[in-house]
């Protein structure tokens, strides 16, 4: 294989992933010492856009290229405003993700009906194509900076909201928005059900679309941003495969795999990594059958890795 770009999300401080790692994933802990180290990106968003050379605008912008991938126009500006459930915490409110709603394309619509007659005024129109990626189009770009929904999971919402000039008259509108959801039939029928409600919208991945760099023969990861942007630059998509016994050897390959649970078992997460990637890219890359490793721990170390560099032994 020529690259293999490995992109793992893991929850916790780096520190004490090390620490276990010591026990259950040597592999992971000479990977990290002797590679070179680069600059990781924050975030999952991030660390897909910048591994197809996408510069960041205002935002990294997911939402036009989720938008393309998806049959909406690519011209002018666009923003995701995804539907969350929010929730009371010790510290404020913190929001549980779309994939957690279960919303079907019925609940949506619906809901979306509602919010854009109440926009109408303010020319203002979501977009759906799935019930859990929603779309503001804009002729102009506002000045406006979020954080990617996939740095919220845990997070409180205060520190994260949007900010910038253009930063209050959005949350306005969204608050509006979630004060008539909070009454919303459909919302009413899901608490019912015993249903999350969809009780708040979530702004981020703003910008224009951007140029993408065919860097890779294979993208091999979850999630539709993932996919989106596969079919930007070009290249083939599948879902991450078990293992890397099970990757196709040839060519240059992205691989990101699924987030731990952050509440799960992290020792058991590690011992696994190891058994199906760590250990295994260790000796490829030893035997030359890698030809060069970059390896993402999302938000905490990056390092790249040549043949000759995993005998560094002094490291």
């Known amino acids: ?179 008539l959801m909070h009454t919303h039939p459909v919302n009413l029928a899901r608490e019912n059900a015993g249903q999350p409600a969809v009780n708040g919208l979530w702004l981020w991945g703003g910008g224009r679309l951007p140029t993408c760099k065919s860097t890779f023969d294979l993208v091999a990861a979850d999630g539709f941003e993932a996919q989106a942007l596969a079919r930007l630059a070009g290249c083939r998509y599948a879902p991450p495969p078990n293992a890397l016994s099970d990757l196709d050897a040839s060519g240059r390959a992205l691989v990101a795999l699924a987030p731990a649970d952050a509440h799960g078992d992290i020792e058991s997460t590690l011992a696994k990594l190891e058994q199906d990637w760590f250990r295994p890219a260790l000796r490829q890359l030893a035997w030359g059958r890698i030809q060069r490793l970059r390896l993402d721990l999302i938000g905490q170390r990056a390092v790249s890795l040549t043949p000759a560099q995993t005998w560094r032994f002094w490291r």
């Open 1 to 179: 294989m020529k690259f293999l770009h490995l992109i793992v999300p893991l929850p916790g401080q780096l520190e004490r992933i090390q620490q276990i790692a010591s026990r259950v994933a040597p592999s992971l802990l000479k990977l990290l010492r002797r590679g070179d180290a680069l600059k990781p990106a924050t975030g999952y968003s991030a660390t897909l856009c910048a591994a197809f050379g996408i510069t960041p605008q205002q935002d990294w912008p997911m939402a036009p290229i989720c938008a393309a991938a998806e049959g909406l126009s690519a011209n002018d500006y666009w923003l995701r405003l995804d539907p969350v459930h929010l929730e009371v915490g010790m510290g404020g409110l913190l929001m549980h993700p779309p994939g957690n709603l279960n919303l079907s394309l019925p609940e949506a619509h619906a809901l979306i009906a509602d919010i854009n007659r109440h926009w109408h005024d303010q020319r203002l129109a979501i977009q759906a194509v799935s019930p859990t990626r929603w779309y503001l189009h804009l002729n102009e770009a506002p000045n406006l900076h979020t954080t990617p929904i996939d740095q919220m999971v845990g997070e409180y919402l205060t520190p994260c909201l949007p900010r910038g000039a253009d930063a209050r008259p959005y949350l306005k509108l969204i608050n509006e928005v979630q004060m």
